[in-house]
């Protein structure tokens, strides 16, 4: 995929948390669950598709947080282990992308589900770490506001790659909008920071998710 098409994606997607009726059909759900195979077999991850199922949503906790005709979501799974965070991060936002290509409106959820009425199996050794609200959106959303991007990055030299690299991960999905993270360019590496907070560990695997996608893997190496 080109550069332009990357970050007119990305410019596109934004966090919906009003859905309609429509039914996911058979088509997408199969490419949707074609991706999630192929992310569970990189990552070892069990994340889940969860399709005609509102249960999670409908709660009071949910209508406080404005959602409305949450039917499908997806799970992010997996074990308890240092860097599964960062990793349903990247996995997860790989799988929006994919939604947002296909059509599908989608809003990362890290507390306003039930927990207990999610539809998906969750082993002994394994976290659910986050649901992504997924549904044809009953609005499009609105852009997050951006910090400069001399506030997130540090740069040895310029260089193209890193720059449409960081645009990209300004584009991200992060926790209440708060861009806690910082990149930096050293030589061909570049070393991605997660700052203090709650759940900044899965904004990370995030914002790696949109670097990778915009910079080119052929670019760089993470540190």
Known sequence: ????????????????????????????????????????????????????????????????GSFSNVNNYIALVGKKTKDVYEKCGYYGEKLVFKAQELGLNTCWVALTYSKKKVGCVVGQDESLIAVIALGYGA???????????????????????????????????????????????????????????FYTKLDLGIIKYHFEIAAGKENFVWK
């Not at 859905?19 to 759900?29: E, H, K, M, V």
């Not at 193209?160 to 993270?181: C, D, H, S, Y």
């Open 1 to 64: 995929m080109m550069y332009s098409d990357v970050i007119k994606l990305m410019e596109e997607r934004h966090s919906v948390r009003k859905y309609t009726a429509r039914r996911i059909d058979g088509n997408i759900r199969q490419t949707l669950q074609e991706c999630a195979d192929e992310c569970n077999k990189a990552s070892l991850l069990n994340i889940q598709l969860c399709f005609d199922e509102p249960k999670a949503f409908d709660t009071p906790i949910s209508h406080y």
């Open 139 to 197: 609005e499009q959303g609105k852009p997050h506001k951006c910090k400069s991007l001399e506030k997130v990055m540090r740069v040895d030299e310029n260089a193209e790659w890193f720059i449409r690299g960081v645009k990209a991960a300004m584009l991200a999905p992060t926790a209440v909008n708060q861009q806690k993270f910082f990149l930096e360019k050293q030589g061909n590496a570049v070393k991605a920071t997660a700052g203090l907070g």
